[in-house]
C-alpha cells in the first residue's frame, strides 16, 4: 500500500493530451514540493518534473505537472509511442521521508 | 559523463548480511545528497536512506531503520549501505542515486536528479 495515490493505468492514443493524478495528504504532498519519475521497461527510473512542475534539460516541454493542495498531476501532451512507461509520484513527509506513488503503466494505444 | 554504478548484490539466505557500493563519476560527490531506493518485482519504488553530503542528515526508511546502515567514502567517491538481518521482503533492485535537497518559498524539496542501474539481491 503505497503512502501516495495514483491510477494503476492510462490510455491514450498518439498526439493526444493523458493526465495523470497523485493523491497525497497534508504530512506529505501538502506540505512539500513533488516530483514525477518515469520507468521505461527494463531501465531505472529517470526524473521527469520537479519541485512540482519544473523540467529537467533532458525532458521535452510535452511533460508539465501540477499541484493544487494534497494532490499533484502530471500531464503528457502530443503523445508518443515512446511515452509508453510507469511513471511515479514522489514527494517528503513531514519526518523527512520520502514516498512514493504506486506507479501508473501509461499504454499508448 | 555523471554516472553511479552499484554493486554487490546478490542472493542471501535470510537472516545473513550484504554490503551494496555505490561508485560515483562526473561529478563533486561532496557536493551532494546520495539515496538508496529499492524496487521490489511488479512494485513501485520505495525510499530506502539517504545521507546529507557530510555524512550528516541521515535517515532511514521504517521498514529498514536497525537492520541497515548507511555511509558514504567522499574521497572515494562511494556511497554504501550495510544491510544485516536480511528478510525475503527485502528482496528488490536496489538503486543508488544523486540527491538534490533545499527549502524553496516554504517547503522543503528534495528529488533524485541521477540513478544508477541498480543491483539485485534476493533473499531466499
Known amino acids: 500500500q503505497s503512502v501516495l495515490t495514483q491510477p494503476p493505468s492510462a490510455s491514450g492514443t498518439p498526439g493526444q493530451r493523458v493526465t495523470i493524478s497523485c493523491s497525497g495528504s497534508s504530512s506529505n504532498i501538502g506540505g512539500s514540493y513533488v516530483c514525477w519519475y518515469q520507468q521505461l521497461p527494463g531501465t531505472a527510473p529517470r526524473l521527469l518534473i520537479y519541485r512540482d512542475n519544473q523540467r529537467p534539460s533532458w525532458v521535452p516541454d510535452r511533460f508539465s505537472g501540477s499541484k493544487s493542495g494534497t494532490s499533484a498531476s502530471l500531464t503528457i501532451s502530443g503523445l508518443r509511442s515512446e511515452d509508453e512507461a510507469d511513471y511515479y509520484c514522489?514527494?517528503?513527509?513531514?519526518?523527512?521521508?520520502?514516498?512514493f506513488g504506486g506507479g501508473t503503466r501509461l499504454t499508448v494505444l | 559523463q555523471v554516472q553511479l554504478v552499484e554493486s554487490g548484490g546478490g542472493l542471501v539466505k535470510p537472516g545473513g548480511s550484504l554490503r551494496l557500493s555505490c561508485s560515483a563519476s562526473g561529478f563533486t560527490f561532496s557536493d551532494y545528497y546520495m539515496s538508496w531506493i529499492r524496487q521490489a518485482p511488479g512494485k513501485g519504488p520505495e525510499w530506502v536512506s539517504y545521507?546529507?553530503?557530510?555524512?550528516?542528515?541521515?535517515y532511514y526508511a521504517d521498514s529498514v531503520k536497525g537492520r541497515v546502515t548507511i555511509s558514504r567514502d567522499n574521497a572515494k567517491k562511494s556511497l554504501y549501505l550495510q544491510m544485516d538481518s536480511l528478510r525475503v521482503d527485502d528482496s528488490a533492485v536496489y538503486y543508488c542515486?544523486?540527491?538534490?535537497?533545499?527549502?524553496?518559498?516554504?517547503?522543503?524539496?528534495?528529488?533524485?536528479?541521477?540513478w544508477g542501474k541498480g543491483t539485485t539481491v534476493t533473499v531466499s
Open positions: 545521507m546529507g553530503s557530510s555524512s550528516n542528515s541521515i
Open positions: 514522489a514527494s517528503w513527509d513531514d519526518t523527512l521521508r520520502g514516498v
Open positions: 542515486a544523486r540527491g538534490v535537497g533545499g527549502h524553496y518559498n516554504g517547503y522543503n524539496y528534495f528529488y533524485m536528479d541521477v
